[in-house]
């Protein structure tokens, strides 16, 4: 009796607590469905899809989805490529040099990456690198690299060293035993940490913000910015819609992840010391 | 035979790579630049000259800098280590006793705050704190009058912004920190009648601790970081009432030219990363030894 009672409690606080949570959310669903839209929360007097088709054009969602994909595709790519084979050797040997360089690694993780646009768009202007796709490509998976070496070095730990003892007494060297054997076994933390700078990289405001000035080169991000008009005339409606497209990815995204292998496993590869 | 156990860490040479052109020039740059005079156009762009600590000496006489370390210190604090952090453990330890429909809904809830791409979440908070916004449409119907939020309690917006933002994090690491505490030594407790809130107290949080102190590490640094959110918003206004650190670097170097400023604060802000990361790495040291 006490303890159901004390269920219900919990319940009702944690409804309270997630009603608060979606109520900006909401102005943002029904606004995307209202063709009159202001900043003002209300239900549609006349719902339709006009905004999404508004939106829905080459220059306005076409150009810039393609834009924020080729930037988040290539930075966990090279991310990726970049984490696994620095964990390899970590993973895999003792050496005096690991524990060291695994604690820089970890402290790489706690610089405040707002803190360093300033020097680097310094940098970029000297190195002539400013509005190039592919060197904001390689900052950007620097920028998460640290964070992707140790969760892929924890999950590279989970593969047993046995199976590649067996092969390198056939003679196979550790690049193949790495590629046949190692990667298709952590195959589900690949994916993790892949989709994880993914997400990262698909929200990223600051980075293109500062590095990529040419509109055509413009993730939706920064694209976003044509709904505001002239002297301050926003398109309220068609803002919300274009939010709502370019979000979806992430959420999809996102509940991959955590349906396919539960926070817990996604949080513990990133957690563990 | 030394040449082969070098030319086993071979992979490690493009991650390496990365990290010095990418990471590590940039904050080197930054503390050189910072004594200079270098600008975003014209003669000092071209050709920085050294200027000594005057950017540093500026700051200190500068109106703008402290206040804006006073306005970061108060955002992180109540913001990450108040805000998140105890609504993140709050929500984790509600969950352990409500229904699955309820705790599945509302993680969903929170978690759509924190996944969003941060452009989208800072319009939303935008949107929901305007005038003529959502909180204010809800205090209507509570009989209360609307404020303007964003002009007349700007660090306020910002705070519960960021708050609604990143709580998803700590409530994470905190459900994952709870599932590894037994169940029998809460219910021992339960049977030597502990009450609820000495049972927390007493046994649940110690448990927890290392995570607790983990958590707290990353949500600050997040938190020290937060640019967009702000911009958005507030644009770090009216005058400077919410200009944080990193909204004083980019508008010293890129609204006002001055580059050289701007790494200065850029270079303060590192550097408090820096003692933060350098913790959270003793902490991290501590629990394995």
């Known amino acids: ?273 | 035979m030394k040449i082969r156990r070098l030319s086993r860490l071979l992979p490690v040479a493009p991650a390496i790579l990365l990290l010095l052109v990418f990471l590590l020039a940039p904050v080197a740059w930054s503390f050189y630049a910072s004594f200079t005079d270098a600008a975003l156009t014209g003669k000092a762009a071209r050709e920085p000259q050294w200027v000594g600590a005057e950017n540093y000496v500026r700051m200190v006489t500068d109106d703008a800098f402290p206040t804006a370390v006073w306005l970061t210190v108060v955002f992180v604090a109540a913001s990450a280590v108040l805000g998140q952090n105890l609504l993140g453990l709050l929500i984790a330890l509600l969950m352990t006793r409500s229904r699955k429909s309820v705790s599945d809904w509302v993680g969903t809830a929170v978690v759509a705050a924190w996944v969003l791409p941060e452009i989208v979440a800072a319009f939303a908070a935008y949107a929901y704190f305007n005038r003529d916004g959502t909180l204010n449409q809800l205090l209507a119907v509570l009989g209360t009058h609307g404020l303007d939020w964003l002009y007349s309690f700007p660090l306020v917006a910002i705070i519960l912004a960021n708050t609604w933002r990143g709580t998803a994090f700590s409530m994470l690491v905190y459900r994952a920190a709870l599932a590894n505490v037994p169940r029998d030594v809460s219910e021992a407790a339960l049977m030597d009648g502990a009450r609820g809130w000495q049972r927390l107290a007493f046994i649940t949080l110690p448990l927890i601790r290392n995570s607790i102190a983990t958590n707290l590490m990353l949500i600050t640094l997040q938190t020290l970081a937060v640019f967009t959110l702000i911009w958005v918003m507030t644009a770090g206004g009216p005058a400077n009432a919410s200009t944080t650190l990193p909204v004083l670097a980019y508008q010293e170097a890129f609204k006002f030219g001055d580059i050289g400023y701007g790494t200065a604060v850029a270079s303060v802000l590192i550097l408090l990363g820096m003692v933060f990361g350098a913790v959270y790495v003793w902490l991290l040291r501590e629990r394995r030894a």
């Open chain 1, 1 to 273: 009796m006490k303890r159901s009672r004390a269920r219900v409690g919990a319940d009702v606080a944690l409804l309270v607590i997630g009603l608060c949570f979606a109520a900006p959310l909401l102005w943002l669903v029904l606004a995307a469905v209202d063709p009159q839209a202001g900043y003002q929360t209300k239900v549609p007097p006349a719902p339709s899809l006009t905004n999404f088709s508004a939106v829905m054009t080459p220059e306005l969602l076409g150009r810039p989805l393609l834009n924020s994909f080729v930037l988040s595709a290539g930075t966990a790519l090279v991310n990726l490529l970049a984490a696994v084979l620095a964990a390899y050797p970590l993973s895999r040997y003792r050496s005096r040099f690991n524990k060291p360089f695994m604690y820089t690694v970890l402290f790489g993780t706690s610089l405040p990456v707002t803190a360093i646009m300033v020097p680097v768009y310094g940098l970029f202007v000297q190195l002539q690198l400013l509005d190039s796709m592919a060197a904001t490509i390689f900052f950007m998976a620097t920028t998460t690299l640290p964070m992707a070496i140790w969760m892929a070095k924890n999950f590279m730990d989970t593969v047993p060293l046995e199976l590649e003892e067996a092969a390198w007494m056939d003679g196979a060297s550790n690049l193949v035993t790495l590629r046949t054997i190692v990667l298709p076994l952590m195959g589900q933390g690949l994916g993790v940490v892949f989709i994880f700078v993914f997400i990262q990289a698909w929200g990223n405001f600051f980075v293109p913000f500062i590095l990529l000035l040419s509109t055509g080169k413009q993730p939706a991000a920064l694209s976003i910015f044509s709904f505001f008009g002239q002297h301050g005339a926003i398109a309220y409606g068609q803002l919300a819609a274009f939010s709502i497209l370019y979000s979806v990815p992430v959420l999809v995204l996102y509940a991959v992840v955590s349906r396919g292998m539960g926070n817990s496993f996604a949080m513990s590869g990133a957690m563990k010391g």
